[in-house]
Structures are given as C-alpha cells and as structure tokens.
C-alpha cells in the first residue's frame, strides 16, 4: 500500500465523531483544569512546608490506584472488550459484563483498602516515635488513611464512565472531577476561614472533602448508567468470559500505561525524602504545582482525544479493519504533534508569570514560583510525547497487545527512576524529575512509533515528518513573538521584580497572540492539521444546526 492510501483519512462519519467526542471533554476538562488551578492556588497559599508536603504524599497514594486501576489499565482493558461485546452480542450482555467487572473490581480495590489501613494502623502504633516524627511520616499514614477508601469509589467511577464513553456519552465523565475540585475548594475556603492553615486538623479537614466528593461522584454515575440502561447489580460470580478477557488484559497493562504517573509519584517520595536537605523545604508543593501546569494543555487536549478516539481504535481493531486503524492513529498523531509541541513550548517561555499570577499569593513567595517554574520548563521538553504516548498505548491496546508495552516500559521505569536518582544532585537539583519524565516519554514515543511501523508496514511517517516541520517552523515563530512582548511587558524579566498584575496582563496579551501567530503561520504552510480542525468544527456547525 502506498504511503498516500496509508495516510489519507477515510470520509468516514466515526471518524468525525471521535473528534466531536474529544471537543465535548476538552471543554469540559478545561473546565475541571481551572477547577483544579483555584484548588492549587488556594491549597498553594498555605505555604510550601513538609506538613502540606506530607498531604500531597498522602493524595498520591489514592490518585496512584486511580490511574493504574480505574483510568489506567481496568479502563484501558475494559473499552475494547465492552465495544466488542456490545457489537457482537448486544448491549444486555455487555451490561451484565460491566456489573462483573465493577464488582470484582471493588472487591479487590476493598481488600487492598483493608489491608493497607491495618498495616498502617500498626505501623502508627509500634514504631518508634522518631521513625513517625521524620519528615511527618507520622502525619503521612494518618492522612493517607483518611484518602484510601477515595480510590474504591474513583476507579468504579473511571470503569462506568469508559462504558459511557463507548455508548456516546461523554459530557458527565469529564465533569465528574470538577465535582472533586469544588468540595477541595468549599473545605480550604473552610480552612482559611477557620483559620487552620496546614495544622493537623485543617488537613483531616482536606482529606474528608475528598472522600465525601468521591461519593457524590458515584452516585452522579450510578443515575447515569440507570438513565442509559447500562446499570445492573454488581456480581462476583460467575466470573464471566468476556471478564477474565478484561482481566488478562489488564494485568499486564499496570506497569506500560501507569509508568508516566508512577513515575511522578516516585518523584513525589523521593523529593519528600530529601526535601530540607539537598532540596529545599517546599521541593514536594514546588513539583506538585509544576505537575499541575503542565498537565493542563496535555488533560484539555491530549486525553481527551486519546480519550475519544480510543472506541474508534477498539471498533477497528474488532473488525479487523487495519487500515481504517491505521488512518486513525495516523490523523491522531499529527493532532497530538499540532498540539502538543506549541503548548509545550510556550509553557516554557512563560512559565514564570504563569506561576506567579496562579500560584504566588499568602505563604507562597516568589522564590517558591522560580523553583516551580524551572520544575515546569523541564517537564515541558517532553510535552509532545505525552500527547503522542496516549494515543500509542491505546493503539496497542485496541489491538489487545499488552506484551509490547510492558517490555519497553519496564524497562523504561527503571531509566527514570536512575535518571531522577542521579540528577537531583546535579546544579538541576528539583528540575531533575521533570527533564527525566521529558527523556523517558520521548523514547517511549520513538520506540512505540517505529514497533508499530514495522508491524504495519507503514503509519505515514512521511506524513508526519511533513507536518512537524510546519509545526516546528510556527512554534519557533510563535515564541519569537512572545518573548518579544514578555521583555517590553516585563523587562528584564526578572520575576522578583514583576508584580502579579503585569505578569497576568504578559499572558494576556502572550497567549491569544501567540495562538494567533502560530495560527497565521501554519496556514500560510498549509498544514493539513488546520484544515482538518477546521473542517471537523464545520460538520458539527452544521450537525447542530440540523
């Protein structure tokens, strides 16, 4: 096949849709992510000490469950044996397969919640005092205790909305962690208002708004599934075919689609362990406020298409249509190219004033927002893998290959971890585990590109290199631009010295003028990226107005 029929996209209307689908979570995620911006800005102004350093260890724990068990490889699993049941067997099979999975699934997630508080609960009460008063392990177990049970209801909740998602419905699964954002911000603006600051009991407070939105979420799920017909009893046994199926899947998924957020809660620890020592006091808020950032372009826009075209690679895979599978990935890499490399770069042009006017206010001082933002610059190198590295992983697993990615990720696991390890010493120091997540995403994207080429034979390489080099030409003008306007709106651009108001109103004119610019030039390159964005608002312009 020649590499203009690999790549061409076919005038399919599921192909459309995948887009469609990825618009509604975006717009909704965006609004989760800012959401999630005021939580941080606000948890943020409680200063960056170990004691908040202590919460955030804590939260990772529960959110760690999430995303290897609910978003990460239950889901994962889930999708394409649910499409393919659905297709194949109707929807009443595929519903009793959802009650089986969601019923072993909080079966298991339960018995690692009991486990997990038993053996803390012992930990608190024999070991010696000065294990539990370092770096407010102590405070860490109680605190994690109080968040544990948040994964059970979070990952039933990822489970039943990937079913969602494959029945047309993806407005209330990317709403549901705004719900989780404004209980987090009621209980800081509680916390505040009491007066509490970062004691023990403000964050008690703090953990218990989590678990009561995690409820909520839940139960927000469960009317929905009622309302789409796709709720039914949980069920132990029997264990279904099709469930064993998912399980197989999923096993092997836990460590390749889990490794960037494994990752980051290494860093997590390990920053925690050596912060006040060869890191400074706040290193853990620093990273966590730098994680938050840079994930906000790669939720709005790279989940979420990976997020809605993931159905599409099932539906191909199901009916072994290869080239149809092919086509898709293809369009959706050079989406994610589009995307994520100008969103990377500019992030790292302003980082500073974009963590200024977000996050520095109260007890989060300027020198906490330059360490966040240097954090931020080096997680941003690798913005364009984690864009591509979704929408890779999904291809592999429409397919039902999970051996692959686990090969190549494992050991990619253990790099990172080597390369965070040696290079927090270096004159990097926090930066470390941003430039080493950059390094491992990249060649894991590289890797997972040229494994599917030779298995296909072609994914329109050619295609792809054409349109990075439009991409690349219009980013490099975009950030020209924009550090112009930063040296006459903040000059010398030193951030002790810019105010919050003249860092908000560089990003002001920045963004919008920097989109604006990478716009015009990419269209006067005639990336092919731009027509096809264009011309997918129109159909559903025109979809609406029908």
């Known amino acids: 096949m020649s590499e203009t029929e690999t790549t061409q996209p076919k005038p399919k209307t599921d192909q459309r849709h995948f887009f469609r689908g990825a618009t509604i979570i975006a717009g909704l995620t965006m609004l989760s992510r800012l959401f999630g911006l005021v939580r941080e800005a606000a948890i943020n102004a409680l200063g960056a000490t170990q004691t ?47 009650a089986n999975v969601a019923g072993l699934l909080a079966m298991l997630l339960g018995s690692i919640v009991i486990i997990g508080e038993l053996a803390m609960l012992g930990v608190l009460i024999f070991a010696p005092q000065s294990v539990l008063d370092a770096k407010q392990m102590g405070l860490v177990l109680q605190l994690t205790m109080i968040v544990l049970p948040f994964m059970i209801t979070v990952c039933l909740l990822a489970v039943a909305s990937a079913a969602l998602n494959c029945k047309g419905h993806f407005a209330y699964p990317a709403f549901a962690p705004i719900m989780l954002n404004i209980f987090q911000i009621t209980a800081v603006m509680l916390l505040h208002t009491l007066d509490l600051g970062s004691s023990r009991a403000g964050l008690y407070l703090l953990c218990v708004s989590v678990l009561v939105a995690g409820i909520a979420q839940l139960v927000g799920v469960i009317w929905l599934l009622k309302r789409f017909d796709l709720a039914a009893m949980l069920t132990i046994r029997p264990v279904l075919a099709p469930t064993r199926r998912v399980a197989a899947l999923a096993l092997p998924m836990l460590i390749p689609l889990g490794i960037m957020q494994f990752s980051a809660f290494f860093d997590r620890i390990y920053a ?42 099932s539906r191909y895979a199901a009916n072994d249509d290869i080239a149809g599978l092919r086509s898709t990935v293809n369009r959706a890499l050079r989406l994610s190219l589009f995307m994520g490399i100008p969103a990377g770069a500019a992030l790292i042009v302003l980082a500073e004033p974009t963590v200024a006017l977000i996050f520095r206010r109260r007890q989060f001082l300027t020198i906490d927002a330059i360490q966040s933002a240097w954090i931020l610059q080096m997680y941003c190198i690798g913005m364009w893998a984690y864009f591509c590295n979704h929408i890779l992983l999904r291809a592999f697993f429409a397919q039902k290959d999970t051996r692959t990615p686990l090969r190549v990720s494992v050991a990619l696991a253990g790099f990172n971890m080597l390369l965070v390890g040696g290079l927090v010493f270096t ?50 003008s975009m950030c020209a631009a924009i550090i ?63």
């Open 427 to 476: 004159p990097l120091k926090g930066g470390a585990m941003g430039l080493a997540t950059a390094i491992t995403a990249s060649i894991s994207t590289i890797t997972f590109t040229l494994i599917l080429r030779s298995r296909w034979g072609e994914i329109g390489l050619r295609s792809i290199m054409v349109s990075l080099a439009r991409i690349l030409v219009a980013t490099a």
């Open 52 to 98: 908040m350093g202590a919460f955030r260890v804590a939260f990772a724990i529960p959110n760690l469950f999430r995303r290897l068990f609910g978003e990460g490889a239950a889901s994962a699993a889930f999708v394409p044996i649910f499409t393919e049941v659905a297709q194949k067997e109707g929807w009443d099979k595929a519903r009793a397969l959802l």
């Open 272 to 313: 925690h362990i050596l912060s006040g020592g060869t890191l400074g006091v706040g290193v853990v808020t620093w990273f966590e406020s730098a994680n938050r950032l840079y994930q906000f372009p790669m939720a709005i826009l790279g989940i979420s298409l990976a997020t809605a075209v993931f159905p599409l690679f």
């Open 484 to 546: 112009g306007v930063m040296y006459i709106m903040m000059e010398p651009l030193a951030l002790e010295t810019t105010t919050n108001t003249q860092a908000g109103l560089t990003l002001l004119v920045c963004i919008p003028g920097g989109i604006l610019v990478f716009m015009i030039v990419a269209w006067l390159l005639k990336a092919t990226e731009l027509t096809e964005l264009r011309q997918a608002i129109k159909h559903k312009s025109a979809k609406t107005e029908k």
